[in-house]
């Protein structure tokens, strides 16, 4: 059996922002559960519609990091909302599920991310989601109802059944009382429903809009594939992903390319790595094992300070300006210009 506790109040991960405490958790549909977070001390949650937290949990012993949506609108400030969906096999969902309980605790980083309509305003918008990818989408969506921004809104949402539609009677109530606000619920077991016809049913001046999709690889690629062959400008699309995986190390054999030197300071080690490969694959390809979770520069946790050299670092949203300017990087997606030394 698979057991887990939140990593110890007493010892927050080293990338960690600060204690949340779990206030309410409330089923949404049969497999998703929403998760109310307050900050421990006193104050107010700061971000834009669309970014994520990162969760820390002691998992068998091991620390695992899982970033999710911070489903609230920032416009109600004093507490945020996960919701989360039951994946099987999933050991970070099923814990959540089955063991967060109101006065728990748990570490979080964030928030953090890019995949948001501060970053890209728009007098319309086009929401594609399918599963769970829906939450950024109802982040976005209850900023601008909280607001009254007067732009136009079309909400498809993809869901295996009727009963698996993720905010469904709040996003119909949206719909009702608000003057450009459309929503489709598709019901798309196979993840076929969503075509060029629908598109252009439910959106007919879709290539005038601002697009936001999130939802799994496959319904994303979709997407892509859709908007492509209808000549959209791909500038106008955004996609957020939290498909994690193993970090992978780079492939055995010779350094090819421009090979350059990284020095770890903290483990003594100095590693071969090309200008082609991420310093934490050419870690890995070394046998030197170094803190990550997502290996698509999301989450944070394999942030670092480059001590010397310089890298180009192309993250996803899991570092911020600030932390750039003082020399902090992410080695899963950050590869070498020259010889490096970094505190890892």
Not at 74 to 87: C, E, F, N, Q, S
Not at 116 to 124: D, E, F, G, L, V
Not at 308 to 319: E, L, T, W
Not at 327 to 343: F, M, N, Y
């Amino acid at each position: 059996m698979t057991t887990a506790t939140l990593t110890a109040a007493g010892s927050p991960p080293a990338w960690a922002d600060g204690l949340l405490v779990c206030r309410r958790v409330h089923d949404v549909t049969p497999d998703v559960r929403t998760f109310v977070l307050a900050p421990t001390e006193p104050r107010l949650f700061r971000h834009d519609p669309g970014q994520y937290l990162t969760l820390c949990l002691d998992i068998d012993g091991t620390p695992v990091e899982r970033c999710y949506t911070i489903s609230s609108a920032p416009t109600r400030p004093d507490l945020a909302t996960i919701t989360v969906k039951r994946v099987p096999g999933g050991p970070v969902s099923n814990w959540l599920h089955d063991h967060l309980t109101p006065g728990d605790t748990v570490w979080a980083r964030g928030p953090l991310g890019g995949f948001t309509i501060n970053q890209h305003p728009a007098a319309k918008y086009l929401f594609l989601s399918a599963g769970s990818g829906v939450t950024p989408l109802m982040s976005m969506t209850r900023t601008l109802y909280d607001l009254d921004h007067p732009v136009d809104v079309v909400f498809v949402h993809s869901a295996r059944t009727y009963d698996d539609i993720i905010f469904r009677r709040e996003l119909d109530l949206i719909a009702a009382t608000a003057p450009d606000f459309r929503v489709w619920h598709l019901l798309d077991d196979h993840g076929e429903a969503l075509d060029a016809r629908l598109l252009r049913e439910t959106a007919p001046d879709f290539a005038e809009r601002e697009v936001f999709t999130c939802g799994p690889a496959g319904y994303m690629a979709a997407v892509r594939d859709i908007l492509t062959a209808e000549g959209f400008d791909m500038a106008h699309h955004h996609e957020e992903s939290f498909a994690f995986e193993t970090p992978r190390p780079a492939e055995p054999g010779p350094v090819t390319g421009t090979g350059f030197k990284v020095h770890l300071a903290r483990t003594g080690r100095t590693i071969e790595c090309d200008a082609d490969t991420p310093v934490l694959a050419a870690a890995a390809r070394e046998g030197v094992t170094l803190p990550a979770s997502c290996a698509q520069g999301m989450c944070g946790t394999c942030k670092t300070t480059l001590l010397s050299g310089s890298v180009d670092m192309r993250h996803a949203g899991g570092i911020r300006p600030r932390e750039i300017a003082a020399d902090k990087i992410l080695l899963c997606c950050s590869t070498p210009l020259e010889d490096l030394v970094v505190d890892a």
